[in-house]
T-cell receptor, first 113, second 114 residues
Framework: QKEVEQNSGPLSVPEGAIASLNCTYSDRVSQSFFWYRQYSGKSPELIMSIYSNGDKEDGRFTAQLNKASQYVSLLIRDSQPSDSATYLCAVNRVTGGGNKLTFGTGTQLKVEL | KAGVTQTPRYLIKTRGQQVTLSCSPISGHRSVSWYQQTPGQGLQFLFEYFSETQRNKGNFPGRFSGRQFSNSRSEMNVSTLELGDSALYLC?????????????FGPGTRLTVL
């Protein structure tokens, strides 16, 4: 079982729709959770962080965390063509005295006109 | 505020050579982590540095090493390069190595091993 799992997609949504991206993780002691956006040929860009159960909203983005189900999701409202990218879920836990950020393989999102 | 910078941006090396990559964190950030990104394996953690000390290491062979300087700048070195080391090497910085630390990535160094 992979430590962080994401559906690779592509996930296609029409412009203006809600895109829902999901991520599950295997290590129950994971403590913090992040979503990164990566455009083709570019480096990952942090868009959301979430640390406690529930929802966290920032503009058109909402991150949701359910530690009991070991599940993290990202909702993108009013999706725009510029949101087309790969979205990486990352899970952090402290191990061996330091942090280790483990990434999923990413979900490719395509927002169609 | 300037972001994370990495040099060089592109490198071409041959098998058996060694390479050193450099990373300058965001001003005020004291923790630096390194990652390798490949199409097959995705983003994989290499190491984390804070206060010139390696705090954590991923599952990579000893050919991969790194260090951090007193100004928080970091370098990573790969010796005896193999074809499979071709990848995008990413550096990320954070304020301190807290469990809730938000890491910000540099543009990466694209290494090609021939």
């Amino acid at each position: 079982q992979k430590e962080v799992e994401q559906n690779s997609g592509p996930l296609s949504v029409p412009e203006g729709a809600i895109a829902s991206l999901n991520c599950t993780y295997s290590d129950r002691v994971s403590q913090s959770f992040f979503w990164y956006r990566q455009y083709s040929g570019k480096s990952p860009e942090l868009i959301m962080s979430i640390y406690s159960n529930g929802d966290k909203e920032d503009g058109r983005f909402t991150a949701q965390l359910n530690k009991a189900s070991q599940y993290v999701s990202l909702l993108i409202r009013d999706s725009q063509p510029s949101d087309s990218a790969t979205y990486l879920c990352a899970v952090n836990r402290v191990t061996g005295g330091g942090n280790k950020l483990t990434f999923g393989t990413g979900t490719q999102l395509k927002v169609e006109l | 505020k300037a972001g994370v910078t990495q040099t060089p941006r592109y490198l071409i090396k041959t098998r058996g050579q060694q390479v050193t990559l450099s990373c300058s964190p965001i001003s005020g950030h004291r923790s630096v982590s390194w990652y390798q990104q490949t199409p097959g394996q995705g983003l994989q953690f290499l190491f984390e540095y804070f206060s010139e000390t390696q705090r954590n290491k991923g599952n990579f062979p000893g050919r991969f090493s790194g260090r951090q300087f007193s100004n928080s700048r970091s370098e990573m070195n790969v010796s005896t390069l193999e074809l499979g080391d071709s990848a995008l090497y990413l550096c990320a910085s954070s304020l301190v190595p807290d469990k809730n630390n938000e890491q910000f990535f540099g543009p990466g160094t694209r290494l090609t091993v021939l």
